[in-house]
């Protein structure tokens, strides 16, 4: 997408509003773990809110999320709360 060819086209999902280039959080999962890109280039609906992020900063993402592949990412793990339980003999 290019700022000419989205920023007076008529929103996609509501038919009545327009799509303004702002700024948003480009949210999504890749291989079990959160992805935010929490400054990208978006074309929001100034009536409904419907939003759709740049092609070619999701693709500059994506390339690097195949470039930086961690073939073993780390477990989520929790740490206990409160005090450690003691066994009773």
Known sequence: MTNERWHDDACPRCFIGRL????AAFISVHQQQLVVLPNAIAYICDICGYQEFDDSAVKALS????DNQVSDPLPL???PRG???????
């Open 83 to 89: 005090k450690a339980h003691k066994s009773q003999s």
């Open 20 to 23: 303004d280039v702002k700024r």
């Open 63 to 66: 390339d690097w999320l195949l």
């Open 77 to 79: 793990k929790r740490k």
